[in-house]
T-cell receptor
Framework: AQSVAQPEDQVNVAEGNPLTVKCTYS??????LFWYVQYPNRGLQFLLK????DNLVKGSYGFEAEFNKSQTSFHLKKPSALVSDSALYFC??????????????WGLGTSLAVNP | KAGVTQTPRYLIKTRGQQVTLSCSPI?????VSWYQQTPGQGLQFLFE???????NKGNFPGRFSGRQFSNSRSEMNVSTLELGDSALYLC??????????????FGEGSRLTVL
């Protein structure tokens, strides 16, 4: 079955330190991968995506993600965390069903807490 | 450019009632998707509409339905509400190409509480 996993429910990091939020996936074919962020009581915001090309993708707010095909992973990273980065982060992968209708499958989310 | 607008933001219903939620997409976006977000299940895809046609549907019972109007505004309806329907319902819009690529613009959601 096609799926996305975010193995950590919560990640804690000190302000100024690097952060990593992990995501692994299982899909057939070449994956389209995404990261979204959700701030409290808000909708989700698109951060970045990987479709093809360079394995290191740069996105909004200084975030980047590294696509690793052999490990089927797409971890989100930032060199220096800010308190304002504290939010819920979702990884998603685009899948297509037998009728070639596409939809996103989402991980359960990782809550990032950046401590001052 | 105005973002995705969802109404109402908060509502409380009782079991057995029905509810209609509304979503106005970003101007020019023809694709609208609906998601249910709960703490235990994360984001679950409900359905997607493009140019008034349902293009994709998730694994929800028939009590959940939706439609899209000619101006791309969308509504979703849940009939015979159950306690388990309490959730944040998110609407997302996209241009056609971006929808295929998966880049979505979300509203702030409608938080439904069923008592």
């Amino acid at each position: 079955a096609q799926s996305v996993a975010q193995p950590e429910d919560q990640v804690n990091v000190a302000e100024g330190n690097p952060l990593t939020v992990k995501c692994t996936y299982s899909v057939s074919g070449n994956p389209y991968l995404f990261w979204y962020v959700q701030y409290p009581n808000r909708g989700l915001q698109f951060l970045l995506k990987y479709i093809t090309g360079d394995n290191l993708v740069k996105g909004s707010y200084g975030f980047e993600a590294e696509f690793n095909k052999s490990q089927t992973s797409f971890h989100l990273k930032k060199p220096s965390a800010l308190v304002s980065d504290s939010a819920l982060y979702f990884c998603a992968v685009r899948v297509a069903n037998a009728g070639n209708n596409r939809k996103l499958i989402w991980g359960l989310g990782t809550s990032l807490a950046v401590n001052p | 450019k105005a973002g995705v607008t969802q109404t109402p933001r908060y509502l409380i219903k009782t079991r057995g009632q029905q509810v209609t939620l509304s979503c106005s997409p970003i101007s020019g976006h023809r694709s609208v998707s609906w998601y249910q977000q709960t703490p235990g299940q994360g984001l679950q895809f409900l359905f997607e509409y493009f140019s008034e046609t349902q293009r994709n549907k998730g694994n929800f019972p028939g009590r959940f339905s939706g439609r899209q109007f000619s101006n791309s505004r969308s509504e979703m309806n849940v009939s015979t509400l159950e306690l388990g329907d309490s959730a944040l319902y998110l609407c997302a819009s996209s241009s056609g190409t971006a929808a295929i690529a998966g880049e979505l613009f979300f509203g702030e959601g409608s938080r439904l509480t069923v008592l």
